[in-house]
Each structure stands twice: as structure tokens, then as C-alpha cells.
């Protein structure tokens, strides 16, 4: 089979303490999972169904262990946000999933951060807009390596922490989910067939905040241990 030009490469993350890779097939992002983060964003944190938002797979900004990622500050925004995550990594594909079932289609588990262009957000929602724009531009999604469940078991709970330049940002458990990742990969199991390779970005803490060039950003989860990013 012949091109008009080359296809893309794969994206793909590492597993950690393995040679292998997980392909990314689709990145999708729940919004407001956390109380405290709903309310802060001016939301009511009732449990109301999650909704959710995509990234393309090569949004991903691989961050290796022991390294330091570097994010590129974003064109035509002014107000970037870093918004510190629980990734679960789908290995099993199915749709309309029964909750109690969810977790065995859950390969794994990374740290990441669903960077925001915060303005073009606000902007779009004053609109009515998609966020297209405001979270899958290049570069929004770092990520560390993929933890297997076999090696780390199933998070449902443990701190998750965000610092920039050592002073903490975000804090919280993972316990405190609104949607637990079993029912958040249900419930969006509804809307779409899941696949081996999709991320779910399982929402964000309160305390979210804008990020300059040159600030270090320091992130993790417990049982993933933690990655850095720096704004370049």
C-alpha cells in the first residue's frame, strides 16, 4: 500500500520496569471529579452524570523516570493551568460496561497533567464553544510510565499532589472522586466502545493555578511515585 506522505508514528508510552509499549489510541478527560474542584470552578459538586473531553494521542508529552519533561508554553494564551491526574489505561476494549466489571478492563495506571489554556477555556464557555482549543493543543497531556495492575493493584486510593517551583499547589486523595475510575470508565463505556490503548484522565484536585515559563512542576500519585515538568 502506497502513501501520499508517511503516516504518523505510533504514539507510545513505556510500562514501567518493561522494554514493552502502550500504542495510545484516544485520550479522554472527566471534568470537575473532585468536590473541592468543582466548587472551585463555580460548579454545584453534586453527583450529577461526568462529562467528558478528548485530546489527541499526540498531545502526550512522555516525562521518563528520574527525568524532567519539558512542556512548551503555549501560543495565543496567556493563562495555562496545570491540572494534576490519575491516568487509568484501558487494555481490554468493551462498551456499556457494568461497573462492577470496569476495573478488569483497566491495563493500568500513570501519573499525568491536563494542561489548560484557562483563557481560551473561559472564553469558549462564555460562547458556547468546544474546548478543542483549550485542552488538546500539542504538548497538554505529560505523562509518565504506564504501572501495570499486575505490579500496582487497583488506585482507589492514596494522596495525589501537585507542586510548582516546591510550594504545593494541589492536594487530595484519590478516594475523594466523585466518580470512582470503575464508574467513570462505565459510564463512559456508554458513550463510546473502549479500546486497548485509550487514557482516562480521572479528573483533577482543587488548587489548580496558572504556570509561567520556567517553573518546575511536580506531580504524583501514591503507589506511582511522582514526575517533573518544567515550563519552557
Not at 16 to 27: C, D, K, T
Not at 53 to 75: I, M, R
Not at 166 to 182: C, H, M, P, Y
Amino acid at each position: 500500500m502506497s502513501y501520499v506522505f508517511a503516516p504518523a508514528p505510533v504514539v507510545a508510552v513505556p510500562i514501567a520496569g518493561s522494554s514493552e509499549q502502550f500504542a495510545v489510541r484516544r485520550i479522554y478527560c472527566v471534568g470537575r471529579n473532585y468536590e473541592a474542584h468543582a466548587r472551585e470552578m463555580g460548579h454545584d459538586p453534586d453527583r450529577e452524570p461526568p462529562f467528558f473531553f478528548s485530546k489527541p494521542a499526540d498531545a502526550v508529552l512522555y516525562v521518563a523516570p528520574g527525568a524532567t519533561g519539558e512542556f512548551p508554553y503555549p501560543q495565543q494564551s496567556k493563562s495555562v493551568h496545570y491540572e494534576m491526574e490519575l491516568v487509568a489505561a484501558i487494555g481490554k476494549a468493551g462498551k456499556d460496561i457494568p461497573a462492577e466489571r470496569a476495573l478488569e478492563h483497566v491495563y493500568g495506571y500513570a501519573l499525568g497533567i491536563d494542561m489548560t489554556r484557562r483563557d481560551l477555556q473561559a472564553e469558549a464557555k462564555k460562547l458556547g464553544r468546544p474546548w478543542d482549543t483549550a485542552k488538546g493543543f500539542d504538548h497538554s497531556a505529560p505523562l509518565g510510565p504506564i504501572h501495570p495492575v499486575s505490579k500496582v493493584g487497583h488506585i482507589d486510593h492514596g494522596a495525589i499532589w501537585l507542586t510548582v517551583n516546591g510550594e504545593e499547589k494541589q492536594r487530595s486523595d484519590v478516594s475523594q472522586l466523585i466518580w470512582s475510575t470503575a464508574e467513570t470508565v462505565a459510564y463512559l463505556s456508554t458513550l463510546f466502545e473502549l479500546k486497548p490503548g485509550d487514557l482516562v484522565f480521572t479528573g483533577t484536585p482543587e488548587g489548580v493555578g496558572a504556570v509561567v515559563k520556567g517553573d518546575l512542576m511536580k506531580g504524583g500519585v501514591d503507589a506511582l511515585g511522582d514526575f517533573s515538568v518544567r515550563v519552557v
